[in-house]
């Protein structure tokens, strides 16, 4: 298996893996969806709500907002020395008091740690009005995308074939297929049809319905390419990393049952 970045930003990345299974590229996407843990509020203790929403919405609104994680900093609550009852080594309270009239943002609550925080500073949870007032205390955790959605750290995250597009010598280079191909992947250059770009290709086999001369054919191979995007408690790359290293481990662990068997 071979992996080539395409695209690289802090957020976003586009690589192609190559002679790979697809049993495997999928793992790859599942373990990134639900594997790699980030930090979300858990929980939320209200001492003061008077605002127009009930508790439970402000509790949801807020678990949604995600936090900046360092991973290594943290344990989870269930293999934590406290027992899961709750310590600085496995959760952070963010605390919130504010009186209206105003907006409250994710910026304005206050952690006790500085590194997890909200990842934007300008999510809306609830509009104060004259007299409300609300003082919250959000506790966060370690968790995973297959325990709650608000743990997940990706937005997208999705892999497509990279086809082979062969071109027959029988080709009249009549221009159909590529007037046909909606994404622009086939050129017509100095009387010959070619590939212009085959990471653009989502097979949708317009060009090989419109060539009466079956000059040219889209297979599938062993390649995909790969668009990860996070929604910010962790670079994209650490995402592909980290969720690589949890199917290693789990293919360690299958090692060790096998043993035994």
Request: proline share 5%; hydrophobic share 40%; glycine share 4%.
């Amino acid at each position: 298996m071979e992996i080539e970045f395409i695209e690289e930003s802090e957020n976003r990345i586009v690589f192609t893996v190559k002679d790979a299974p697809v049993a495997l590229v999928n793992s790859i996407r599942r373990a990134m969806m639900s594997h790699v843990p980030t930090m979300a509020v858990d929980h939320i203790n209200v001492y003061m709500n008077t605002s127009y929403l009930y508790d439970e919405i402000l509790a949801h609104r807020i678990g949604l907002i995600p936090l900046k994680t360092n991973v290594d900093k943290f344990n989870f609550p269930d293999k934590c020395e406290c027992g899961g009852e709750g310590c600085p080594n496995c959760q952070v309270s963010l605390r919130l008091n504010a009186e209206g009239p105003r907006t409250i943002y994710s910026g304005d609550f206050v952690s006790d740690d500085p590194e997890t925080r909200p990842v934007y500073d300008n999510i809306p949870v609830v509009v104060l009005y004259e007299g409300q007032q609300l003082m919250i205390e959000a506790v966060a955790r370690l968790g995973t995308g297959k325990e709650h959605a608000k743990w997940r750290p990706v937005s997208v995250c999705a892999y497509k074939i990279i086809p082979e597009i062969k071109i027959d010598e029988k080709c009249n280079s009549c221009g159909e297929c590529v007037e046909a191909c909606p994404r622009n992947v086939l050129e017509l250059a100095e009387g010959k049809v070619s590939v212009k770009d085959v990471l653009k290709c989502s097979m949708c086999m317009e060009c090989v319905n419109v060539c009466d001369e079956g000059a040219i054919s889209v297979e599938e191979t062993n390649d995909f390419l790969f668009t990860v995007e996070s929604i910010g408690p962790m670079p994209a790359k650490e995402i592909l990393r980290r969720s690589i290293e949890v199917l290693m481990n789990k293919a360690e662990e299958m090692n060790k049952i096998l043993e035994h068997i």
